[in-house]
Nanobody, 121 residues
Framework: QVQLVESGGGLVQAGDSLRLSCAAS????????VGWFRQAPGKEREFVSVISWSGSTGYLDSVKGRFTISRDNAKNTVYLQMNSLKPEDTAVYYCAAGTIGGRGPSMYDYWGQGTQVTVSS
């Protein structure tokens, strides 16, 4: 029902910032709960952040105070602002949409292709 495309990843130095975008097509993103997940090589995909229809948010403990999720319904886009990046943030970042939401990847129905974030020391 909805297609998602992530962008904004890249190679940055520790302490730098990036803003990831999740652009939706096919259906209004406001119809979904949207989450960000990340997966490092050899690691399980893990929850990073989520934003609900009402705009309430949730975060992985290790990114609280550094990452901010937001949505712009007019642009049909969800963002993940990442500040004070650390090498351990290095991963492929995915956005996902669903009607249930939560911290588990299986709770989401639609996924983007991912965007690589690499943070060097």
């Amino acid at each position: 029902q909805v297609q998602l495309v992530e962008s904004g990843g890249g190679l940055v130095q520790a302490g730098d910032s990036l803003r990831l975008s999740c652009a939706a097509s096919g259906r209004a993103l406001s119809s979904y709960i949207v989450g960000w997940f990340r997966q490092a090589p050899g690691k399980e995909r893990e929850f990073v952040s989520v934003i609900s229809w009402s705009g309430s948010t949730g975060y992985l403990d290790s990114v609280k105070g550094r990452f901010t999720i937001s949505r712009d319904n007019a642009k049909n886009t969800v963002y993940l602002q990442m500040n004070s990046l650390k090498p351990e943030d290095t991963a492929v970042y995915y956005c996902a949409a669903g009607t249930i939401g939560g911290r588990g990847p299986s709770m989401y129905d639609y996924w983007g292709q991912g965007t690589q974030v690499t943070v060097s020391s």
